[in-house]
T-cell receptor
Framework: KNQVEQSPQSLIILEGKNCTLQ??????????LRWYKQDTGRGPVSLTI?????NTKSNGRYTATLDADTKQSSLHITASQLSDSASYIC???????????FGTGTRLKVLA | SAVISQKPSRDICQRGTSLTIQCQVD?????MFWYRQQPGQSLTLIAT?????????ESGFVIDKFPISRPNLTFSTLTVSNMSPEDSSIYLC????????????FGAGTRLSVL
């Protein structure tokens, strides 16, 4: 069964600290993996997208990694800011389709 | 990038009524997607809407309950029919980028509460 699991479900950190969010997937055949940020009351916004051959991708303070062998990805946030408070969603695409398999997300809260 | 305008942003509706959600894109796109996001849950694809053809529905979603229109390449509507409290959710419109960038763009969503 095609699934995307994220951990932790929620996370609270202090402003300025780093954190890492995890994503494990069983989707096959794999096309790409995306990380989205979803602010409360808004639609998801793309942070990074990685194909099978890519193992890291950065977008400012956000760095995503991908291990296609173990089917794991992580999103590392450096020097967190209050505005990083949001849900972070991992999404895996099935090759040759528009099928996006969404994880349930990690809800991040950054405190001052 | 694609800018998606979704209306209404929120609504409170009575059981048994219907609500039509509009999605306007600032560029022509082949495929538009409608998702549902229940509280604390991830996104679930309802259907894929291509211009000029019937929408393709995912398992668990039917046209009678969620009729979709796609009159042109920049606009689509999703109707939630004969609503019940279980339909309370956020409904999101989405498009894939053109120009090969393989990025998915979302509208801000419609927060629906059914009493």
């Amino acid at each position: 069964k095609n699934q995307v699991e994220q951990s932790p479900q929620s996370l609270i950190i202090l402003e300025g600290k780093n954190c890492t969010l995890q994503c494990n997937y069983t989707v096959s055949p794999f096309s790409n993996l995306r990380w989205y940020k979803q602010d409360t009351g808004r639609g998801p916004v793309s942070l990074t997208i990685m194909t099978f051959s890519e193992n890291t991708k950065s977008n400012g303070r956000y760095t995503a990694t991908l291990d296609a062998d173990t089917k794991q990805s992580s999103l590392h946030i450096t020097a967190s800011q209050l505005s990083d408070s949001a849900s972070y969603i991992c999404v895996v695409t099935i090759i040759g389709t528009y099928k996006y398999i969404f994880g349930t997300g990690t809800r991040l809260k950054v405190l001052a | 990038s694609a800018v998606i305008s979704q209306k209404p942003s929120r609504d409170i509706c009575q059981r048994g009524t219907s609500l039509t959600i509009q999605c306007q894109v600032d560029s022509q796109v082949t495929m538009m997607f409608w998702y549902r996001q229940q509280p604390g849950q991830s996104l679930t694809l309802i259907a894929t809407a291509n211009q000029g053809s019937e929408a393709t529905y995912e398992s668990g979603f039917v046209i009678d309950k969620f009729p979709i229109s796609r009159p042109n390449l920049t606009f689509s509507t999703l109707t939630v029919s004969n609503m019940s409290p279980e339909d309370s959710s956020i409904y999101l419109c989405s498009v894939d980028s053109t120009r090969g960038k393989n990025i998915q763009y979302f509208g801000a969503g419609t927060r629906l509460s059914v009493l």
